[in-house]
């Protein structure tokens, strides 16, 4: 079974801190990497998002990391602020479709972060 | 980006009923919609793939008689748990595919039911 794995589980960051979550993807034929962020009670928000052509993606305090050939990539949060305590999740999926591929995302099991203040 | 919304975010049902939850796609046409069943501190699971005008092809596990599946239209998609039982008390989160976006699944806000 195709699988994402992410860590750590859970993450408590100081404000100010950085906070960083891994995840780690099997099938090569994923090209579509997105963070979600996702508050109680809500549904996932797109946080960002890499395709594999590039090593690092950066938007605002928000960078990730890709690494092609160890098949892994990670989410940094930098001057992690009390408002970015939520789930996060990683995924990672088949943008362009083809044999054997599929455009349905396989989730990593979520990173619960608490940034204190 | 684009917007997906669900109704009714919160729904509190009797056991036996049965509930809709409506799933839309507000500024894009989706020929494909996602549903997604969440447990508290879990990850989303997927229930089914929801296609425009074709019958919706269900994940392993999951009753397609239970948990009825509509996409009447490029933008609408609802989803009916029949004879409600208090174990599919859950959140359900929809998600749509805007086809000029990468593929990117936007996610709807979630429903949150409880069955008494």
């Known amino acids: 079974q195709q699988q994402v794995k992410q860590s750590p589980q859970s993450l408590i960051v100081q404000k100010g801190g950085i906070s960083i979550i891994n995840c780690a993807y099997e099938?090569?034929?994923?090209?579509?990497f997105p963070w979600y962020q996702q508050f109680p009670g809500k549904g996932p928000a797109l946080l960002i998002a890499?395709?594999?052509?590039?090593s690092e993606k950066k938007e605002g305090r928000f960078t990730i990391s890709f690494n092609k050939s160890a098949k892994q990539f990670s989410l940094h949060i930098m001057d992690s602020q009390p408002g970015d305590s939520a789930t996060y999740f990683c995924?990672?999926?088949?943008?362009?479709?083809?044999?054997?591929?599929?455009?349905?995302?396989?989730f990593g099991r979520g990173t619960s972060l608490i940034v204190h203040p | 980006g684009a917007v997906v919304s669900q109704h009714p975010s919160r729904v509190i049902c009797k056991s036996g009923t049965s509930v809709k939850i409506e799933c839309r796609s507000l500024?894009?046409?989706?020929?494909?919609m996602f549903w997604y069943r969440q447990f508290p501190k879990q990850s989303l699971m997927l229930m089914a793939t929801?296609?425009?005008?074709?019958?919706?092809?269900?994940e392993q596990g999951v009753e397609k008689d239970k948990f009825l599946i509509n996409h009447a239209s490029l933008t609408l998609s609802t989803l009916t748990v029949t004879s409600a039982h208090p174990e599919d008390s859950s959140f359900y989160i929809c998600?749509?595919?805007?086809?000029?976006?990468?593929?990117?699944?936007?996610f709807g806000p979630g429903t949150r039911l409880t069955v008494l």
């Open positions: 998600s749509a595919r805007d086809i000029g976006s990468y593929n990117e699944q936007f």
């Open positions: 099938n090569t034929a994923f090209d579509y």
């Open positions: 500024d894009f046409q989706a020929t494909t």
């Open positions: 890499i395709r594999p052509d590039v």
């Open positions: 995924a990672a999926y088949q943008v362009g479709g083809g044999p054997g591929g599929s455009y349905i995302p396989t």
């Open positions: 929801s296609n425009e005008g074709s019958k919706a092809t269900y």
